[in-house]
Structures are given as C-alpha cells and as structure tokens.
C-alpha cells in the first residue's frame, strides 16, 4: 500500500526556519518527480517546491524562491521542505505528493498525496 507520511509541521513566529518530511512507506519513491504542495484556508491548493527523482531538477513557486529548499534523500525513501524566513503568508496545510510526470506543477498529475501537516506562521 503506497503511504506519505508527511511531519515536522508547527506553530512559528515570522521569520523562523521549520523543516517538513515526507516518508515514503510505499513504492512512490521511485516517482519521476515529487513535490510539496500547500493550501491556505479559503484558497486552492497550490504547488510549492518539486524535485526529480535523482535530485538534480528542482522548481519552485516563485514565492518561496530563495527561502525553502527541497531535498530527497533516496536511501530513506524521505523528501525533506527546508523552509526560512517564513512569512505569516505561508501559513497552510501543507502536502507532499509523487507523480510520473517530470516536472509537474498541477494537482492532477500527482498520483499519490500525503494526509497534510499544518504550519503556522504567526506575525
């Protein structure tokens, strides 16, 4: 059964750093790109940071440019958000998801979705 697990999740103050993880208990890990979505209360979901299965192609949302880092590491089946300077504006429900699509930035090219873990930003 293919499972993310995402975590790391939490209240902060404006201008700290929190590092998401998203275990793959699955086959997913194999996907040929994975990505970090986020949701905001009221608003669509929105893609955030992807990553190519080797690592070497990422792309990000142009609002997080420069702040968040997204990493996997293969051997632990685990993609990783390294998110700084966090604005109040990031706060929201943030999802990791695997697709088979390099590249992909729309919800439905993503197969496999995590549960969710909340991050709030406080000003």
């Known amino acids: 059964q293919v499972q993310l697990v995402e975590s790391g999740g939490g209240l902060v103050q404006a201008g700290d750093s929190l590092r998401l993880s998203c275990a793959d208990s699955?086959?997913?890990?194999?996907?040929?790109?994975m990505a970090w979505f986020r949701q905001a209360p009221g608003k669509e979901r929105e893609f955030v940071a992807g990553i190519a299965w080797s690592g070497g192609g990422t792309r990000y949302v142009d609002s997080v440019k420069g702040r968040f880092t997204i990493s996997r590491d293969n051997a632990k089946n685990t993609l990783y958000l390294q998110m700084s300077s966090l604005k109040p504006e990031d706060t929201a429900v943030y999802y990791c998801?695997?697709?088979?699509?390099?590249?992909?930035?729309?919800?439905?090219?993503?197969?496999?979705w995590g549960q969710g873990t909340q991050v709030t930003v406080s000003s």
């Open positions: 998801a695997a697709s088979s699509y390099w590249g992909a930035t729309l919800q439905k090219q993503y197969n496999y």
């Open positions: 699955g086959r997913t890990f194999s996907s040929a790109f």
